[in-house]
C-alpha cells in the first residue's frame, strides 16, 4: 500500500513564479520528512526536512508546510529558476523505527519555463 | 567531502545470471540503505544496515536478494538469479541522523 502519495506527477510553472508540490500521507506514526530532488541519471538530492513538532521549515527559496491533522505536506519553491526544473520526492519516516526508512512518494515532475 | 558512491553505472546481464552491486557510504555514518526504482514508480526501500543490529530486510522482494556490510562500511547487494523484473535503478544512501544521503545509483537492465 503506498502509504505516500504524490498526486500530481507533472507541474508547469514560469520562471520567477512560485511552484508549490503537494504530498498526503496515510501513516499518523511518521514524524519526520523530507523533500528530495532528482535530476535524470542522478541520485536524490536531500533539499530540506521538517520534523512533526513544527508546522514549517524554511531555507532559502525553499519552505515545507506540515498540516499533521490533514496529513499533508507541501513545498513551496519562490522564485521558481530554470535549474529547479527535476523531479521531486516526498519522503517520510516513523523515527522511533529507529533512524526509520524512508516511504517515498511516486514523484512530481516541475518543468521550469523562461 | 566524499558523498555516496556506486559501482557499477550501469550493469547489462541476461536473465538467470547473479550480480553484485556495490555502494561506499559517506565516511562516518552508521546507517546505510538500499533502495530501488523502476521505471515509472517511486523509490522502493529494500534493506538498511545501523551499525551492529541485524539489518531490517523486510522490504527484500524475494530471497534471491540479499546484502552484506563489511567493516561498518562498505556494502555489497547481491541478486542471485535475476529475472527481467529486476531491472531497475538500484540506490544507496547512507546517514547519520535521520537525512539520508544518496549515492547517483547503478542501472542494472537484465535481458
Known amino acids: 500500500d503506498q502509504q505516500v502519495k504524490q498526486n500530481s506527477p507533472s507541474l508547469s510553472v514560469q520562471e520567477g513564479r512560485i511552484s508549490i508540490l503537494n504530498c498526503d500521507y496515510t501513516?499518523?506514526?511518521?514524524?519526520?520528512f523530507l523533500w528530495y530532488k532528482k535530476y535524470p541519471a542522478e541520485g536524490p538530492t536531500f533539499l530540506i526536512s521538517?520534523?512533526?513538532?513544527?508546522d514549517k521549515n524554511e531555507d532559502g527559496r525553499f519552505t515545507v508546510f506540515l498540516n499533521k491533522s490533514a496529513k499533508h505536506l507541501s513545498l513551496h519553491i519562490v522564485p521558481s529558476q530554470p535549474g529547479d526544473s527535476a523531479v521531486y520526492f516526498c519522503?517520510?519516516?516513523?523515527?522511533?523505527?529507529?533512524?526509520?526508512?524512508?516511504?517515498f512518494g511516486a514523484g512530481t515532475q516541475v518543468v521550469v519555463t523562461p | 567531502g566524499a558523498g555516496v558512491s556506486q559501482s557499477p553505472s550501469n550493469k547489462v546481464t541476461e536473465k538467470g545470471k547473479d550480480v553484485e552491486l556495490r555502494c561506499d557510504p559517506i565516511?562516518?555514518?552508521?546507517?546505510l540503505y538500499w533502495y530501488r526504482q523502476s521505471l515509472g514508480q517511486g523509490l522502493e526501500f529494500l534493506i538498511y544496515?545501523?551499525?551492529?543490529?541485524?539489518?531490517?530486510k523486510s522490504g527484500l522482494p524475494s530471497d534471491r536478494f540479499s546484502a552484506e556490510r563489511t567493516g561498518g562500511s562498505v556494502s555489497t547487494l547481491t541478486i542471485q538469479r535475476t529475472q527481467q523484473e529486476d531491472s531497475a535503478v538500484y540506490l544507496c544512501?547512507?546517514?547519520?541522523?535521520?537525512?539520508?544521503?544518496f549515492g547517483p545509483g547503478t542501472r542494472l537492465t537484465v535481458l
Open positions: 544512501a547512507s546517514s547519520l541522523g535521520h537525512t539520508q544521503y
Open positions: 501513516n499518523s506514526m511518521f514524524d519526520y
Open positions: 521538517i520534523s512533526s513538532i513544527k
Open positions: 519522503a517520510a519516516s516513523r523515527t522511533t523505527d529507529s533512524w526509520g526508512k524512508l516511504q
Open positions: 565516511s562516518g555514518h552508521t546507517a
Open positions: 544496515f545501523q551499525g551492529n543490529s541485524a539489518p531490517d
